[in-house]
């Protein structure tokens, strides 16, 4: 079987630039989104990639070809053009970035107005503008406008709503790791404005990223390092898109992403509001743990952040966001962002006079094991209906691929929409029990 | 039918938004990129509103194929090439469609040199086209884009070891100034101020639609004329959209000729010209100014390309069209308007004469060009019967069918750029002329 790295799915388009990844199919990709969204201004912004400049060229001209206006933001975090979109009341949004994937990767995320991304369906309707080639093309294309400063609309809004004066008060001491990626430029004078001393390690703009830019524990060994030498209060890592956000406690141990999430919802449902939660299908059970606590409704959706976003806004939800580091607070903007984690976090430290670990261990404890696992795609199916047969003793969920909860633990699997894999979580409060739990799911492979 | 891609040296050309468009621009950019060798793409587009989006498109394709470039912004072709003749880049990409139309727009491409491409290197390039597979480079050996302004000052320096700008600028010259809202327009101030010309403008705004076809000639100088007329002005002028070619209103407020531009400008340069070229499709009075002024003559099939190569060729110093096209090889690659300009104001300046006194003893010639509308399915096909119709009389194939009579001598081809035919009798008076034209319209009607 032969797969290309070229994705071109409901999430957007994605490859490897010098292989699949040509300035003629963002061209295409571009007209595509600009014949189905409409006349209008659409914000463009890049990450820090090499490429993203080549790209850009692609993607203005593409929306020239169809009558839009291209914003240029140059390099912005996508939470920021989304801010953006939705504050300034743009047609929509191109961020030219492939957010944690190497650097060798890019992509076009595509924003909607009102700053979303794409619904499913939205997006179907788009693939077939591309693939029919049913552009709109116009004969006077019109002209670029540029922003100077992006960024400001996002940042103003997060200084308005977090209370910069206790956190102030409290002399913390933070580093950040940006991976030399899409906040790099404002990060450090974003967290000075919270009233913190910044210390910012791979903030640099270079020629490919200092790290990989997931933010797992294995991909931020420096900023541990780093906390622990300037003996900080807490070290934040963003990855290349600045969507997600994973934190360093001050012994310089990575606390888990899930725990981010954990530590901005219980802060916010004790201190900020209570709001419903919505988390998706795969987030930690932690947060179901918070939320019951506080007494406050917990909703599922599928994964994926608009499914998130859509269901926040649907049922009034202040809060939620995706267990991967992606914390949504709709005060700001339904969508993941990794500066208003930083805030809500910081906050919490300042208000609870706590440190990073302790604030993290009194949270309840879960084992999460994460893994993807090759499977061809005619098989999935098959391997869906051999895991349920297995775990047919507990609550089933098919919403999305599969979930299945036991009082003492769950699973789900789910299959990957752009690649032959499936992705596999199981989380329970005993160790031993998730790690059997988990061969058992490899046998039926 | 007249929603099709042309594709020669002369450019690849369509109209915008049918057969050209963004995604052609974008492979012809990669295709001659590929072709190229690596180094650096110099890029300029003049001010169609298609012009932005189609050189954006080209910009990603060079930077793709793991070129750098350079883009000038809007920068008439000629000041292209005379950079790339300055400067080592590896090639040279210009969107604009010179004279053409609005609707109508396309991509030149350009030598490392600054000349049109070889008839042969262009099909090469076409060749990558059709094949479809382009450079890629990796992400971390992609191009670099940086912008940059034309070294006007440089240009006017160079100019002036060419014309006597001292005399150029006792003179004062009165001129009015019709670049039809084009790429030319942001250095006519400049320009002014260096040979201290009092300068009328119309038409000249560069984000504005074109107010007239952007062809020089004299149906459209009807502006140009009563603006010369209303001020005086020593000489009036027109350009097309790039500032490739040149038209001029006498002081009489008579407008000339295009054909007119060339013979002066060999007239102007006459000490610095032994060989020059020009086509089969031009005036014969270049014929009568290179016989006063002692320069041989060559000629060639229509278009920048066959001239240039013709004259790189056969070591000719200068070369032309009737289109009111000139290039000076000395100077610069390619034709160049206001060089053009700067010659006839130079040839005033040298005589003391008024442009009507200059060319007053020019032959009185009739001459008209006709434009007709064939599918270009057809073309061929008209051409092949036209052949066979004018054998008896030995034409001249070298470009379409040119038939020498002895009071007229009239030329058909096919244009380069449009679907058209285009027709050109020149003769002694007009009734040869118009005897030509009916016995012309009636054979491609039957």
Known sequence: ?445 | MEDRLRISVSGVRGKVPGALNVEVASQFASAFSSYLEKGTVALCRDCRESSRMLSLSAISSVLASGLDCIDYGRLPTPFLQFSLRNSKFSGGISVSAGHNPSPWNAILLLNQEGHYLEAAEGNNVFNVYEAGSFDKAAWNQLGHISKKEFPLDAYLKILSSVVDSSEIRKAKFKITADPCNGAVSPFLKPYSEFFNLKMVYINNEIDQPFSHPPEPSIENSSQAQAVVKATNSDLGFLLNSDGSRLSLVSDKGAALSEESTLPLCLISLKKNITTAVSTVATSSIVDWAADICGIKILKTRVGQSSVCHTMIAERAEAGGEGSGSFAFLPFSPGYDSLFSLTLILDLMAKQRKKLSEIISPFPDLVRKKIKIKVSPVKTYRVMDQLEDKYSKEHPDFTDGIRVDRKKAWFIIRPSLTEFILRIMIEGQDLESVNSIEEEIKERIET
């Open chain 1, 1 to 445: 079987m032969r797969t290309s790295d070229l994705k071109i799915s409901i999430s957007g388009i994605r490859g490897i630039v010098g292989q699949s990844l040509t300035p003629q199919l963002i061209l295409k990709f571009s007209e595509a989104f600009s014949s189905f969204i409409g006349e209008g201004e659409i914000g463009v912004a890049t990450d820090t990639r090499p490429s993203g400049s080549m790209l850009k060229y692609a993607v203005f001209s593409g929306l020239l070809s169809c009558g839009a206006i291209p914003v240029d933001m140059g390099i912005l975090p996508i939470p920021s053009l989304q801010v953006y979109v939705k504050s300034k009341h743009l047609r929509g949004g191109i961020s030219i970035t492939a957010s944690h994937n190497p650097v060798e990767w890019n992509a076009l995320k595509l924003i909607k107005n009102g700053g979303f991304f794409l619904s499913p369906y939205e997006a179907e309707e788009l693939l077939d503008y591309y693939y029919q080639g049913r552009f709109k093309r116009v004969a006077q294309s019109g002209i670029i406008k540029k922003e100077g400063h992006p960024f400001q609309i996002h940042e103003t809004k997060i200084l308005d709503f977090i209370q910069g004066d206790l956190i102030a008060n409290k002399q913390l001491k933070v580093i950040v790791d940006p991976c030399g990626g899409a906040a790099s430029p404002y990060v450090k004078s974003f967290l000075e404005q919270l009233g913190v001393e910044v210390k910012c390690i791979n903030c640099g703009l270079s020629n490919g990223f200092p790290r990989n830019p997931e933010p797992l524990p294995q991909n931020i060994t420096a900023l541990s390092e780093s906390v622990k030498k300037h003996g900080a209060d807490i070290g934040f890592a963003q990855d290349a898109d600045a969507d997600r956000l994973a934190v360093v406690d001050e012994k310089g141990s990575p606390i888990g992403e899930e725990y981010t999430l954990a530590l901005a919802i219980q802060y916010y449902l004790n201190h900020k509001q209570k709001t419903p939660v919505v988390i998706n299908l795969s987030t930690s059970r932690v947060i179901q743990d918070i939320s019951e606590k506080a007494g406050v409704e917990l909703i599922r959706t599928k994964v994926g952040e608009i499914n998130v976003s859509k269901k926040m806004l649907d049922t009034g939800s202040k809060i939620g966001g995706e267990g991967n580091g992606g914390i949504i607070a709709a005060d700001i903007h339904a969508c993941r962002d990794s500066f208003v984690g930083m805030a809500l976090i910081l906050e919490y430290l300042a208000v609870s006079g706590k440190k990073t670990s302790q604030l993290k261990s009194a949270l309840p404890y879960y084992k999460m094991i994460k893994d993807k696992i090759k499977a061809n795609f005619n098989d999935r199916k098959r391997i869906l209906h051999l895991i349920q047969a297995k775990f047919d003793q507990g609550q089933t969920n098919t919403e999305d691929g599969l979930k299945v909860e036991y009082p003492d633990f769950w699973l789900h699997v789910r299959p990957s929409n752009t690649e032959p894999v499936m992705r596999i979580i199981i989380e329970g409060k005993n160790d031993r029990l998730v790690e059997s739990i988990y061969s058992e799911i490899k046998e039926c492979l």
